[in-house]
């Protein structure tokens, strides 16, 4: 419910969200991938209150099990619906892929997923030849492959497993010339096979743009599904909250919460995204114990 109380059980610093009207949503990733959807959520709904969830401690999580994504995940969203969260983003392909079913049927709250932009990318590519690149556990999910089943088969689609990028981009090393190297060996069977357009398929790729940008120039497109999740987000809101839309409020708050080192996180957030955070009133906490 919009407007409700909220209060956070193992923390005791918070961004008073009592008081507003609007919707406290929920931003969850692996790690520092999501910011690429936060930026994305502040542009269009800057009016809101956020709590951004990155799991930094255990990234990444495409290389993990099945399973233990699932769990994990699962545990780490209902953490953000008992602190309050009127909308989850589960901003990781890799749990959206393995766990996205589970969380929906524990939550009563509106739970959005990301998904590689594959099907979009095979509507805009010229040539039929399209890279995607995403996490291993991504890659081999039944729900990834079930939706390259419905695109047409004329389109063919390179599969390359990112292995090494995701700890990287955490390391605040996107741009660097170990990150390049890597990415070229990854990108190498995508351009061989001469796609025209790459998906970035996990939330941590689009701070790769400029590498990639670097690596293989400015005529490839690039697909990341941020606005799209976003738009969905807020088509979502509108319908559930329709007097929020009336809001005269410009910015609401961001609090930033890792399980990792939340000093990092901040001054990552502020390094990486393109939205002003001075804007926003900014609180940034280390995650407690989770059950
Ligand atoms: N941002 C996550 C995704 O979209 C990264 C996964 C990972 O931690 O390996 O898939």
Redesign the pocket.
Known sequence: MAGKNWQYSSQDCLIDHIGTELSLIGVF??????L?ILDEALRQLPQHDYIYLA?SA???????SSDWIAQRSLSLCTYLANAGCDAIVV???????QAIAQIRASLDVPVIG?EPGIKPASMQTQNGIVGVL?????LKSDKFNALLATLPSDCRFIKQA?AGL?PLI?AGKADSEETLDLLASHLEPIQDAGADTIVL?????PFLRKAIRKLLGDSIALIDTSEAVVKQLKRQLESLYPQEVNTDRSNGTVQLISSKDETVLLAMAQDLMRSDLDAHAIQAVLLGKVS
């Open positions: 990733d692996s790690g520092v991938g999501g690429s799991d255990n990234a990444p999580y495409g290389e993990k901003a990781c392909n890799t749990a959206t892929a990301v995403a996490t291993e556990a991504t990112g995701v955490e398929g996990c939330t941590h790729y």
